[in-house]
């Protein structure tokens, strides 16, 4: 399914958000950057805004590991990368599997994952995963669509269910794509019980911060040190 939207994926995210993901990536990336680390993983990286923009906030000489199962997603973000050559020698991109990361143990600083939690058809796997590949001390940051509050979950539903999927159906040539965000949105717990989740999976000090009337929420969390 994304392999079908690649091309227009960053054009759909741009518009349908109103220009909104923009704002949430950098409520992410500053709360990376406070940490300093030396080698994150962007997981479910997509075409790489989210390892782009940590390239363009994180000190000089951090690495950045854009990881993706879907090969013409990375494709995407190969191509933007050619296109500034020398602005983001920093970022690698590789194929991967969030459920079972092709990396060693103990490897990151940082692991981030921006709307492809989502997506895992194992979330606690997934959860599990991120904690293997993170240091003692590490810290997991997810931004995560989330349950709205109840004042604006009328408004945001029907955005959701009747006029996206057709707005995104034009831009992308593909509505069924878009069903299936609706679909996944309406199903994914909130931030409460995705912190429990995230909890569970074996991380500490779990925290969420709503975003834009709790459509949104960042998620962070520490790998124990023990």
Known sequence: MFARIARRYDVANRLLSGGLDVRWRKKLCAAVTEGKPAEVLDLATGSGDVAFALAQTLPSGAKILGMDFCEPMLDEARLK???KPGSFDSVEFRQGDGLALPL?????????????????ADRHRALTEMLRVLRPGGRLYVLEFSQ???????????????????LAGVLTGNKG????????????????????????????????????????????ATKPRA
């Open 104 to 120: 060693p143990d103990k490897s990151f600083d940082a692991v981030t994952i921006s709307f492809g939690l989502r997506n895992m």
């Open 81 to 83: 990368q050619r296109e």
């Open 177 to 220: 794509a878009y069903d299936y965000l609706n679909d996944s949105i309406s199903q994914f717990p909130d931030r409460v019980a995705l912190g429990h989740e995230i909890s569970t999976a074996g991380f500490t000090e779990v925290t969420a911060l709503p975003l834009t009337a709790g459509t949104v929420a960042l998620h962070s």
């Open 148 to 166: 709205p509050a109840r004042w604006f979950r009328g408004i945001y539903y029907f955005y959701l269910r009747r006029i996206l999927p057709t």
